[in-house]
Nanobody, 122 residues
Framework: QLQLVESGGGLGQPGGSLRLSCVGSGATLEDYPISWFRKAPGKEREWVSCISSADGSTYYAESVKGRFTISRDNAENAVILRMDSLLREDTAVYYC???????????????WGQGTQVTVSA
């Protein structure tokens, strides 16, 4: 059974950077498309980014394109979300999820981590 654990959240400054990690156990993450989602206070959870398993293709929501970078660290069985040029509206709980394909809707992902809080504030 695949299990996912996120880490790396915390307080970031506007314009600053944070690095989130999603570490897998029980299975090889490289075999799964992995997405990051986020849920801001008072809003529904939204898809942020995905990295495919087949060819490493990456996909981003318009709100983070050019600022966030998703990548794999296969040695650590992890997927990394590098967050640059942080905005206050990036404040949310960030979740990683594993599924059968990159998709923006939650129902595509049977495996989820517990989430990590990101707060962007001066």
């Amino acid at each position: 059974q695949l299990q996912l654990v996120e880490s790396g959240g915390g307080l970031g400054q506007p314009g600053g950077s944070l690095r989130l990690s999603c570490v897998g156990s029980g299975a090889t993450l490289e075999d799964y498309p992995i997405s990051w989602f986020r849920k801001a206070p008072g809003k529904e959870r939204e898809w942020v980014s995905c990295i495919s398993s087949a060819d490493g293709s990456t996909y981003y929501a318009e709100s983070v394109k050019g600022r966030f970078t998703i990548s794999r660290d296969n040695a650590e069985n992890a997927v990394i979300l590098r967050m640059d040029s942080l905005l206050r509206e990036d404040t949310a709980v960030y979740y990683c999820a594993a599924g059968a394909k990159c998709a923006w809707f939650e129902e595509s992902y049977p495996y989820w981590g517990q989430g990590t809080q990101v707060t962007v504030s001066a």
